[in-house]
């Protein structure tokens, strides 16, 4: 049944049980007290049915509050034959309800005999009391044959009242405003009672809908989750007390108890859990309203309307989503004209997507429209004095952007009905951390911006990394913590110092550290010669630092309990907690800890979502490298990428078919191959391979020892005529053989991209000219980018046209595009068609690379504007034939 | 009526006007008292844990029945040094607004039953230095203090 129908049932159900019991009540004693909430509620009902499309039900309800509002204003009095009318009336309206309630839609037929009589009534205020009564006593009969047809018998007005039905009432009045279903039950008695025989079958129809769900107060809600978070922790401590003694007669009924308490947990959770749809209710409205004002067509999508998450933070973010939403169609999405002449489509989008991911909830934000303007917020940022010149110039874009959460930043020109007034982003991010979210955003110039919030699905329990330092331990929330990392004295990762201020190296990033021994001021004796320490990797909106701590335990589930009022002034400090073995811990709160290291919590910061951004753009972008030994003790390494997993398999596995070692692997055989040709595995043992896989072809590369996962840049320093090599680099400070993957690949399956790999030669480099790669198989990408970066060129690699032209729409320019014809979607054929199209790229010559190559094929390309066309992984034709181009081009410049 | 009210505690009003109830405690050899309606729980010595960057009084904090109870070193409050460690002192649970502080102190007595009529003012001259005025003394004629903690910190 549709929502708003049922809560309909169930609240008209309830008005519709208290009307019974008041109506009785006035006309024992026109109170004007009681006459006013019967008008009220029958007022209700009338402008609900109104707004439902209920016409009978609303003329019913309309003719009977006139007569109502003639009480009210006293030009009629109260007389038992009206009051039975409208009592007739009432049952009316509960038939009309029972069969809405079977059936969803309105009986067949009107009430046209009672509303007249109704209306006779209302009109006959004027007239003599007497021929009403009478005129009314006639009609009555009439109104139980009229009703006859109805789904139900019309029951028999309640006439005398007694002293119960007074009881229940007053209870009903009384807490008719706590909006408590109670009262609809106590007080459906009375109006039973008398049409008891008649009514014992309509009886349990009618409350049907009112028994599926009940009204409770919140209130109640919140003390029995508190209730069920002080059983958790309980039941956390005698676990903890039972732990160990395996002949304890507690063991098996503290096993039930816990898992009662774990069902009962989620049960009551799931009360508390709400559709975040609630939360976005308002918004197509808002969006109509702004879009109406501003003169912009703006479509709003919502993904995700029924993921679930608690009251609480439901009501929380509703505010900040409110104003984000708001935030995208105002600021975000251009007019339709300017639209249209940045080539989008006129209307803009705005999408809001939900949904969960590891105890937290995800909602994204997301606008098609011009994005950040870097320069306005900068010019901002020196105007509101929140930064020097010197400062902002030397911020990246990123960082600039996060000043948008800044208080008094509003880079609207024009201060709107809607928003500009600067007083927005910062309280965002302020609501959304403190219920423990975190908020980050991308931008993209003339693409749009995305929010991204993170939050956790529940305030009450929380899971917690509980650490130590200085002999006290600390919980730190877990949807903070991004990694832990162990530093030794003798590891590679070791704590430096950059003016006096501790940092880490970690995957070529700086981390700045804080101690949390130094932050709590905690002395410890021990603190001389510490063998190893850990450090908590936090992320606080997207400032991401390091604490330092001595050691670090488990993570627990814990109840966040507010701290004393006399310490609530200590910042670093989120709550505290008692954890299962009894004891009191402090929850650390990594806002405060953020802020206290003098880092505002974003200059600097914002390396998280540099890194998102920083894989587009290619000149610095970093690449993920596994790094092994194999034949010979100096390291060699190959884009992570590229290998598919990493197995290790038991020398005794390796069978030989007409020379060659392979293993049985996943169902099949796989081939494997070494670094330098042999096939001399170890004696015995189990030996690493690497995986690579593309599409159904799996082959092993068998190596000696998996040295680690980096993350650098790939320069390849000094290129290697030896065959599978592609040249030597620098990977995380030590000379490094990059190999190419891509040599041994076709030496295990000839077939592997329809022809054999030749050795590759390099070719000179000409100033870096721009490669644009498009091919749809992410392996052919990984393979190709190394080997023309090693030949000197810039490349880009995108995995399909559809990429392509995002970039074209962003102004990237290129020297040349190499692009494969076979690619799901736009095909490398209407691709070339796109890109001669538009003129933008219609000077960049394209080069086509493809499995089939008939001069069937080469005439199509040309055709389509290919200048020229390449067997795949026909390394030297290609290879030469970018040259070549690049030196037309060059010669034609 | 679906609605719980909890019992009012009798005695919460100051019963009987002739006489009041006083948990007392030793402190430095002095004797000290406590209305014993604000008193939840007298305890033995606790694990406490430390609470860093708290104020010098606010020893720690322990768990009392699934109850997160702020440890109050009462000595450390009233200006004087730091009791020995070696020996145990008891604590006496008051709840205020809502929250519970544990008041660590030498040692707990007996409960007085003293007369109204005997109470006096403070003697403001001699209040020991250091000791904050928002903690009042109470006097009575006999040889001890009280002192009363209905004021919050």
Known sequence: ??????????????????????????????????????????????????????????????????????????????????????????????????????????????????????????????????????????????????????????????????????????????????????????????????????????????????????????????????????????????????????????????????????????????????????????????????????????????????????????????????????????????????????????????????????????????????????????????????????????????????????????????????????????????????????????????????????????????????????????????????????????SEHGIEMINNAPVLRLRDRLLPLVSLKKLLKLNDDKDAERQETFIVVTQVGTYTFGIIVDRVFDTEEIVVKPVAPILRHITMFSGNTILGDGSVIMILDPNGIASSTGESGMLGGGQAAEATTARDSHSDSKTSLLVFRACGDDLKAVPLALVARLEEIDVKDIEHSHGKPMVQYRGHLMPLLSVDGSTNFRAEGRQPVLVFSDRDHTMGLVVEEIVDIVEDRLKVELTANQPGVIGTAVIAGKATTIVDAGYYLPQAFGDWFGAAAKDFGSSDDSGAPRLLLVDDSPFFRNLLTPLLSVAGYDVVAVEGADRALHLREQGREFDLIISDIEMPGMSGFEFAMAVRGDPRWQHVPMIALSSHASDKDFERGRMVGFNDYVAKFDRDSLLSTIAQTIAALKGAA | MNQIVPAKRPGTELAAPETQDFVTMLIEGQLFGIPVLTVQDVLGPQKITRIPLAPREVAGSLNLRGRIVTAIDVRLRLGLSRGSDDKKGMSVVVDMGGELYSLMVDSVGEVLSLPSAKFERNPRPWILAGVSSRWEFIAWRQSFWLFWTSVSF
């Open chain 1, 1 to 490: 049944m549709d929502d708003l129908l049922s809560e309909f049932l169930t609240e008209t159900g309830e008005s519709i049980a208290v009307l019974d019991v008041e109506l009785v009540k006035l006309e024992q004693s026109p109170d004007p007290a009681v006459l006013q909430n019967i008008f009220r509620l029958v007022h209700t009902i009338k402008g609900t049915c109104g707004f439902l499309g209920l016409p009978r039900l609303e003329h019913v309800a309309h003719a009977s509050e006139n007569v109502l509002g003639k009480f009210r204003d006293g030009e009629l009095t109260v007389t038992p034959s009206i009051i039975t009318l409208i009592l007739g009336a009432i049952d009316r309206i509960k038939a009309i309800l029972s069969h809405l309630e079977q059936t969803e839609s309105e009986p067949d037929g009107n009430d046209q005999d009672l509303i007249d009589q109704l209306n006779a009534v209302a009109e006959g205020g004027e007239a003599k009391a007497e021929p009403k009564k009478a005129k009314v006593k006639a009609e009555k009969p009439k109104v139980e044959i009229k009703a006859a047809p109805e789904p139900e018998p019309e029951p028999e007005p309640v006439r005398e009242p007694e002293p119960e039905p007074e009881v229940a009432a007053g209870e009903a009045h009384e807490e008719a405003p706590v909006r408590s279903n109670v009262p609809a039950n106590t007080a459906q008695p009375p109006a039973v009672r008398d049409g008891g025989n008649q009514l014992s079958a309509e009886g349990p129809k009618d409350s049907a809908v009112a028994a599926q769900t009940i009204r409770v107060n919140v209130e109640l809600l919140e003390n029995l989750m508190t209730l069920v978070s002080e059983l958790v922790l309980t039941r956390n401590q005698l676990l903890q007390m039972v732990r160990g003694r395996d002949d304890s007669e507690f063991t098996a009924p503290l096993q039930r108890l816990s898992h009662i308490t774990t069902d009962l947990q989620e049960g009551v959770m799931k009360t508390r859990m709400q559709p975040i749809g609630n939360a976005w209710a308002k918004l197509p409205r808002i969006v109509r309203d702004l879009s109406v004002e501003m003169g912009k067509k703006i479509d709003l999508q919502m993904l995700g309307a029924e993921t679930e998450l608690d009251r609480q933070v439901l009501e929380l973010i509703k505010d900040p989503l409110t104003h984000m939403v708001r935030n995208s169609a105002d600021h975000g999405l251009e007019p339709p004209n300017e639209r249209k002449m940045a080539g989008k489509p006129e209307i803009g989008k705005i999408v809001l997507n939900a949904y969960h991911e590891g105890g937290h909830i995800i909602i994204e934000i997301s606008d098609d429209g011009r994005g950040l303007n870097i320069e306005r917020i900068k010019a901002k940022v020196l105007q509101n004095g929140l930064a020097t010149e010197a400062e902002v110039e030397s911020m990246t874009a990123q960082q600039i952007q996060q000043f948008i959460f800044k208080a008094g930043l509003s880079t609207a020109e024009k201060v709107t009905s809607v928003s500009g007034r600067g007083v927005g982003m910062d309280v965002v991010r302020t609501n959304i951390e403190r219920i423990g979210g975190t908020v980050e955003m991308k931008s993209q110039p003339g693409r749009g911006s995305t929010f991204i919030i993170k939050i956790p699905l529940t305030l009450a329990i929380v899971s917690a990394l509980i650490v130590e330092c200085a002999e006290e331990r600390f919980a730190i929330p877990q949807i903070s913590v991004l990694e832990l990392v162990r530093v030794t004295a003798n």
